[in-house]
């Protein structure tokens, strides 16, 4: 091995030291005769100074070097004098005086200059990835998600499971996102599907008596993008037989403390709070609230039961309800225009609108004062605990559009006022969900988890008589109102699960056709199991203090699903495609 | 979490506690008005006893119980008494006293038994892979699997290395095996590919300076498939900055001792060999040599060179060779019948056949013996250095068919005649690959490994000038006569790299078309890289002292890419196809 040390890493315990550099020229000046470079490796930075006195051969190399070319450079580590200390530097208080220089590789003039902060078109970042992830922002994410992915890794393998691969090219299933396709050029005509996760192998895995299961999972969905979205994405994969829903989740909030204790040097406190799916919405609007700031919906319904307001009276008349933020001491700094904005705001999630008051001088003041009684603006002050100058923003419709406008809205209101502790980590367990969501449109029931998730087992017999109240042995770990994943306890006998496709609206026919090799592994002695899945890009996301999936991802893809570096995907060949099988569905042909 | 102890790992210290256990009945057997279960979990047996003395219920349950139901069981750690000791078992010494079972899931009889050797056809083992996998055998592999790639984790965790995930879907290029290729549906027409290995990918890594890079990496091919090849299977990826070959070779090594010591107990000896490929063909007749067992070949073309026998005259003639295998002291146990079916065995790799001389009595006894002069056979004798008794095989052809059917005749004989310590792990290196193989169909050259590996620099010179001496800066990681794998060097400069497009006969445009963005990376400051890529399904084969790769895959596909227990691939729906912009090139439509 060459005695080379890392750049970045040098410190004045290395002064006198003969060093042999290899990295990036980060940035070239010309001072006074000498030569100063900013060297850059996967360590951080370091100045090299070319001076005539130590190498007139190094110096004249030196003048031809510019940025990003790659160098290799023997030389000595010098203490600077106190007067040019560099405290933004990690290296700042040595530097190292050249005595050879060797150019690796040129480098023309990047398209971009690779600084910390940019505001270069993400386009342009994409096609050119391998010069934005020379950005240190970028390293350190990467750094911190090999970090992430080791702590979960060490906490499982001690936790005595066994990491293990599940295949990539499965079996394509309903009842899910849309799959990707991989034609068969054995089996003409067939296709795999990528896994949108290992559901159903971890599940044989448990049938296959290994009880602990981990795997850093790829997955793939061919669903339009969000921009928390990507194609494939990576999930930390978990099964376990003979445990409780309990103890999965005691051992995965174990898990994620240790991960944020490594990664983070931050403490969670244990046990995570378990908040019903119920409470979660009507608190906070959301079924992944972010605990971080108060603002919680408050429910007026039963006050204004008997209002003559017609858009309250109309909400509550067809099943839903009534209710508002309490906007605490706002009341002076929003204009009529400025709720106006707030009232577009939540016409986005379906509200027709947004009644407010505001408690000024003890009285309720605004629009829509007039249609209440005494009674009920007592019965709001007094619910809403209201105090003067105090704004109160009101949503009344259907439930649903009363928890997404409401719950948005807070979210809103939360950032735009600077309620949110950004730097808490406010994990949580949502629990207790719904296992079944009717579709109007199709008119039957679907899963809303997956159709392997267990009810709970006081719920058993409603499947039949009141399916739309049973729930699931489901549970989603939520962190600072970003659904981090979740997991569930899942049907391990026969004739549960036959229920539930039936429920589903499956045929016995269709239920063989599909999932026949699950039932039949049913049948030869299943263990009780259950698992949770937790995607590792959104961990990296909030643990890196980030708010764009892409930049966790180290070649992600673009809202149409493209790779700017590679131009993926393209055409192919014929020769390609007859192989396989399969022609080209144009209207040319 | 409860007071369960897994139920293998009971001993003596346990006795007296009362333990709850959930596993597997193994077996059931009654016995004088008792009954006996051995019960499995992931840990191993033990030995459950039903007393009706102890619990009159919890008979009459076990009585229903069948093998490989699924139980629960509450009772006492008692010690055997010595006469019924069962060494066989780890928990010998003690046994269960059941106070309480319950039946957790049934099973129908299974349709194959769980035990250690079987001979039940591989299909229906993989039907029921569920089932297959609860025998110990594959337990323990998989158990290994985990503990390897774990090691392999740490060691290059603490070497500096951060694990990266590239990307699955990504862009077909050709050059290489068949692409299993993915439609997208956003680009109608368009394909994705998925990966061969992440080879482009971790190149532009080290363009992204992270210098350090590794991923236990899924890859595709989709390639008519022999005994140990599968379409999708799992590499160790390493790439890295700065470092040279030796370097990475040295590094390498280390991880694979550390492996072999951590997961067999097993001390390997560093540095391995380095054998350059000619040493290889011409010793072992195979670039992936067994060097557990002598029986290497004898070059005799000099000695033979003015011979008058046609057989020998017209391969040296022709530019071939003439090499034997001196089978020590086998004269007399191979019969002019044994003979001829190792020479059929060598026609299989085009020989022509098999020529033979015994040495008994000091005197070269054969049907070739007549056509050779004393002083050839005298230079057979020394340079074969043949004793008494010893059998010698010639193959007289082009140097490549003596090559490969002396070095499977080599083999074949290692195996056959126990020359093969199976004990021993025999790493080395092969080195000095020639860079191009010249294709004499196609009539032009083909990358031996691929077109981003960059010759030894002695050689540039010679890429233009001789095309077929030049040798590539190229390793292979060898054990035991298999390829684990191998890596290089890579063209870290854009002319080289260019000139290696041109040699392999691709226009510019091409070169620009299929690897323009490897082109322009290579124009911003490509740091010098290479790597290596270690196939982990044949680590785990040879480790597990397993011989077929289908072991070491948790869910592996057929000779014909099928999985039998989920049927995939599988026939899609219509919309699907639409939705992708495919129709299926069949005749009727």
Redesign the interface.
């Known amino acids: ?2 005695n ?1 040390l890392l750049d970045g890493t040098l410190t004045e315990e290395n002064i006198d030291q003969n060093v042999l550099l ?1 990295g ?1 020229v980060q940035k070239r000046r010309d001072l006074g005769g000498l030569i100063f470079i900013d060297l ?3 360590s951080g930075l370091v100045q090299v100074v070319f001076n005539p006195d130590f190498s007139q051969e190094a110096l004249e190399t030196a003048e031809k070097i510019r940025s ?3 160098v290799e450079i023997n030389g000595q580590v010098v203490g600077r004098e106190e007067s040019t200390y560099n405290p933004a530097m990690k290296t700042g208080k040595i530097e190292v005086i050249a005595n050879e220089i060797t150019i ?5 003039t ?1 398209p971009f200059a690779i600084q910390d902060e940019t505001d270069v078109a993400e386009d342009l970042r994409l096609k ?4 934005d ?2 950005r240190s922002a970028l ?1 350190e994410t ?2 911190l ?2 970090q992430t ?2 702590a979960i ?1 060490n906490f499982l ?1 001690d936790d005595g499971f ?11 299933t309903p009842e899910g996102a ?17 896994p949108q996760s290992p559901q ?2 971890k599940q ?2 448990m ?6 299961y981990y795997q850093i999972a ?1 997955c ?1 969905r ?1 669903e339009d993008l969000r921009a928390d979205r990507q ?2 994405f ?1 999930q930390v994969d978990i099964e376990t ?2 445990m409780t829903s309990d ?1 999965i989740m ?1 051992m995965t909030e174990r898990m994620m403390q240790k991960v944020v204790k490594e990664v983070k040097d931050i403490d969670i406190e244990l046990p995570l709070v378990r908040m019903p799916y119920q409470e979660a919405m009507d608190r906070f609007g959301s079924d992944k609230p972010d605990t971080r700031f108060g603002l919680e919906l408050v429910h007026v319904s039963d006050v204004v039961a008997a209002s003559t307001f017609k858009v309250f009276q109309s909400a509550i008349d067809n099943g839903g309800k009534v209710a508002l933020l309490n906007v605490k001491g706002e009341a002076g700094n929003f204009s009529r225009k400025d709720i106006d904005k707030l009232t577009d705001f939540v016409k986005v999630y379906g509200a027709k609108g947004l009644a407010w008051l505001k408690l000024e001088d003890n009285e309720l003041k605004g629009p829509i004062a007039k249609f209440l009684t005494e009674e009920e603006k007592e019965g709001i002050v007094k619910k809403a605990e209201a105090k003067d100058g105090d704004l109160l923003l009101f949503v009344a419709d259907k439930n649903s559009i009363v928890y997404d406008s409401l719950g948005a809205l807070r979210l809103k209101l939360g950032k735009d006022l600077d309620l949110i502790d950004e730097s808490k980590f406010n994990f949580l367990w949502v629990t207790d969900w719904p296992l079944l969501e009717y579709d109007e449109e199709q008119g039957r029931f679907f899963a809303a988890h997956h159709p392997f998730t267990s009810p709970v087992e006081e719920d058993y017999d409603k499947l039949d008589s009141d399916p739309a109240s049973v729930r699931a042995n489901a549970y989603d770990l939520v962190l600072n109102g970003y659904e981090l994943g979740g997991g569930s306890i899942r049907i ?2 026969k004739e549960m699960q036959n229920k539930m496709f039936k429920v589903l609206g499956f045929t016995q026919e269709e239920a063989e056709e599909q999932f ?2 699950l039932l039949e ?8 199991h259950g698992g949770v899945a937790l995607g590792l890009d959104r961990i990296i996301m909030l643990l890196a203090g980030r708010s764009n999936l892409r930049d966790t ?3 992600p ?1 673009t809202a ?4 700017l ?8 060949s014929n020769a ?11 209207k040319d042909q």
């Open positions: 091995m060459s080379r290899k990036w850059r490796d996967k990003e070319y790659v690796l590789n040129k480098s023309k990047p050119y990835r391998y010069i992830l020379r390293q990467f750094k998600r090999h992915t080791q890794r393998n066994l990491e293990m691969e599940t295949p990539i090219l499965t079996k394509s849309r799959d990707y396709l991989v034609p068969s050029r054995v089996h003409p005509g067939e296709f795999y599907a990528l159903l192998f044989l895995i049938m296959s008596g290994f009880e602990k790829r793939f061919d194609p494939e990576t037989s003979f103890e005691e391990y006998q026949g090799f592994a049913l049948e030869y002695g299943a263990p009780p991802i180290l070649f893809k149409s699903a493209s790779d570096l590679t131009a993926a995907p393209s055409a192919v390609q495609l007859n192989e396989l099988g399969i022609r080209l569905d144009s």
